[in-house]
Every structure is written in C-alpha cells, then in structure tokens.
C-alpha cells in the first residue's frame, strides 16, 4: 500500500503527519512511502531526512498523492477554492484518510462524495486502550508548556522569586483557568519556573489532580458543580447562575495575579468567557494572559484569536491560535506516533492494509465515512 504524507497548506500549521522515524516504521509495515517536498521544513525536518528513512520525496501534492491507499494529514485537505491546490480532488478514490480533520457534515459529505473513507482522530474517545493515539492529549499537553513559556517570554519580570545582593524579586502569581490535559501541564510548567500556582475548573476530579501537582485550588463549588462532568470525561454546560458564581470567585482573585493562563473548553461549544473586561481591566500593568482556548473563540472577553492585544491598561493578552504548531518539531513528532500507533493497532499484517472492525469503539469513534456513506452518528443523521 502507498501512503502519502502531504505538505500541510493551512494558515499557521507548522506540524506534519509523519516524521522518518514513523515512516521507517510504516514501510516496515510492507508500505511505501510518499512524502511531498517540504512537508518536514517547518518542524525542522529536511526532505532528505526523509529520504534517508525510506520515504519517496514528491514535488507535489499530486504526485504524492497519485495512487495512494492512506493519506496522513495533520489537518483537513483542502477542497476546491480553498488555496492553491484542490488536495481532496487528488486524494485516489478508496484512500483512506487519517487527521484532525474538524469536519461538518458539508466536508463529511464532500467526503463520501469522493469515495475516501475518512477518520477523525480528534473524535477518538478519551478511554486507556486509546490513550496512546490520543491526539488532543498529546498536543494539548505541548500546548500547556508552550503557553507558559511563552507567557514567561512575554512578562517583563521573573517567575521564581529572585534574593539577590540587590534586593528580592517576588515570585509571580500564576492562575490556571481550566485543569484538563494543557491546564495540567501548565500548572507543572509554572511550578517548575518558579511561579505560585494557582488553579480552577469545574470538574470535582480536576481539584484532586491540581492540588497533587502542588497549585492551590481557587473555584466555586456546589451541587451542580457535583456533576460537571460528563460520562466522557469533559465539563458540561452549567447554568448561569453557576457561571455567575464562579465570576466572583474569579473576579477577586485575578486582580493580584501576574500570569493567568486560560484553557477552558466546553465540548462542542464556544468556549466559555471566564475573564471579562472588568477582570482584565482589574490586573496590574505587565500581567499576561494567555488564552490557548482561543481557537474556540477564548474564555476572555477581550482575546483577538490569532493575535497578540495590549488592553488600555498595560495586560498583553496572547490569543494566538494553534497553540501545538508554535512547538512543532515536538508537537509533530508526538502526533505522527499518535496517528502510528492507530495504524498498526488496525492493521492486517498479512494483506498489509488496514483492518478497522466497524463495531470497535475507537473505530467508531473516528471513522466520519465509509464507502462512501457518511457514517458518524453526530454527522449522519445531520
Ligand atoms: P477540555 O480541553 O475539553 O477542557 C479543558 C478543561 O476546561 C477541562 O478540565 C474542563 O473541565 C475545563 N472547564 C470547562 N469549563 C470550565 C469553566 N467554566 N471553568 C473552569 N474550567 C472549565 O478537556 P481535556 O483536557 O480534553 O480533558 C477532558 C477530560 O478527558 C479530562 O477529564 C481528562 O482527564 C480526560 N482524559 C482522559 C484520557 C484517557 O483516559 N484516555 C485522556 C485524556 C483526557
């Protein structure tokens, strides 16, 4: 089987679906390997490293493409009109497509339309025996680092405190606004700089793990917070008066904070406002926020997705998007292992293809097409 590794064209993606030590590992599989020229340069991967692995390196997207069984992206393709090239017109009818691919139900059509049976690795469900292939995870926790490492960049003072011969610099005041996979690592992250970490979600399961990592937890708890979580693991949508509540919590500790890191989501919605205007406006000149849940609009009111903002009174607000791909080189490394370990865990070694049995869970979970049917119950009967 042919598999095609394709240079990612989207704005703002530096990561790439397969790097030489995955793709020795597939052509091991009994593949071979296209991988379009340039696909490694921005996680900091020549064509010839590549090369030296096995692969095939293709001058386009079409010649990677041409005859290929599986396609790895790291994002969707990109359909007509979409840039310079239609990637889904030239992905060979029967392919099968693996990505975070975001799909609605127009691209899921468009999908099953071309005959490519695709899956969504996003859509994975959050269960141990998926744990390795779990995209969101492994780059949500890169995500967490990058975000502190960055705010650090970002604030004009330290985050230990200093005792020098000229004076003591105080340590800065971290808070971490949503404890999941990148909370949790930025909650690590800040401890290890140095910081006094704070931390808050609404899942009761979240206090536990923020406090075992050494921050204090600062929220707003009562009967409905008690079930905040869904069986799947993410926070429910609470009712306003809970988001009242928690406001005012929030609203009085955030003023004497240095740092707030924001990475709260709520699945399948926009992303909560935690921080209003009055909150940013109540922070000390020189404080940063950073708000990695910007790709779901942000939890703060004055977040610009993509761009960094300087509010009137002196708070940057880091509201970039596509927090993994400002660490590509690990973010790529750790999502091509991801996408691996889901090939060889479906994979039948004897027709050297891939195997996914239609009632296993994670299979479920993923697949969004399949002979050209649109198959993912959150898309099939859309
Ligand atoms: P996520 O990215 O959906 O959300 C980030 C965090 O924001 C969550 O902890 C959520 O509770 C929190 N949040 C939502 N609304 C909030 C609010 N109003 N205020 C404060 N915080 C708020 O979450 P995630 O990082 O993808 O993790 C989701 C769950 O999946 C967690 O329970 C995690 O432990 C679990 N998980 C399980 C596995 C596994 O077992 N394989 C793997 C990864 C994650």
Wanted: hydrophobic letters at 50%.
């Amino acid at each position: 089987m042919r598999v095609a590794v394709l240079r990612e064209r989207r704005a703002a993606e530096t990561r790439v679906a397969a790097t030489p030590e995955t793709v020795k590992k597939i052509i091991a599989m009994g593949c071979t390997v296209s991988v379009e020229a340039g696909a490694g340069l921005s996680s900091g991967i020549p064509d010839a490293q590549y090369a030296e692995a096995g692969a095939e390196v293709a001058a386009d997207a079409a010649a990677a493409l041409a005859g290929a069984g599986l396609v790895l992206k790291v994002r969707a393709p990109l359909g007509a009109g979409e840039g310079e090239v239609d990637e889904l017109a030239l992905i060979p009818r029967g392919a099968v497509l693996i990505g975070t691919l975001q799909a609605d139900k127009a691209m899921a059509d468009a999908y099953a339309a071309a005959g490519i049976d695709a899956c969504a690795m996003e859509l994975a469900p959050r269960i141990t025996r998926a744990q390795s292939m779990d995209v969101l995870s492994s780059q949500a926790n890169l995500a967490g680092y990058r975000a502190v490492v960055e705010a650090a960049g970002a604030f004009d003072k330290a985050f230990p405190m200093l005792m020098t011969a000229a004076g003591t610099i105080s340590a800065a005041n971290v808070f971490v606004m949503g404890a999941g996979v990148a909370g949790l690592q930025a909650i690590a992250t800040a401890r290890r700089l140095g910081g006094r970490v704070s931390a808050t979600d609404v899942r009761p399961a979240a206090k536990e793990e923020i406090k075992s990592l050494g921050a204090s937890f600062v929220g707003y708890e009562d009967e409905e917070s008690k079930a905040a979580q869904t069986a799947g693991g993410y926070a429910k949508q609470l009712s306003a008066n809970f988001y009242a509540e928690q406001a005012k919590v929030v609203a009085a500790h955030i003023a004497k904070q240095d740092i707030v890191i924001c990475t709260a989501l709520v699945q399948g919605r926009k992303a909560p406002i935690l921080v209003t205007e009055a909150m940013v406006a109540s922070m000390k000149p020189g404080s940063v926020i950073v708000d990695i849940a910007a790709d779901a609009g942000g939890n703060v009111a004055v977040t610009q997705p993509g761009q960094e903002t300087l509010t009137a009174n002196g708070v940057k607000v880091l509201g970039f998007t596509n927090w993994p791909g400002r660490i590509p080189a690990a973010a790529s490394a750790l999502y091509a292992r991801n996408l691996l370990t889901f090939l060889t865990t479906f994979w039948d070694k004897e027709a050297k293809k891939p195997a996914m049995p239609a009632d296993d869970d994670i299979v479920k979970g993923v697949t969004l097409t399949r002979g050209g049917a649109v198959v993912h119950p959150s898309l099939a009967s859309a």
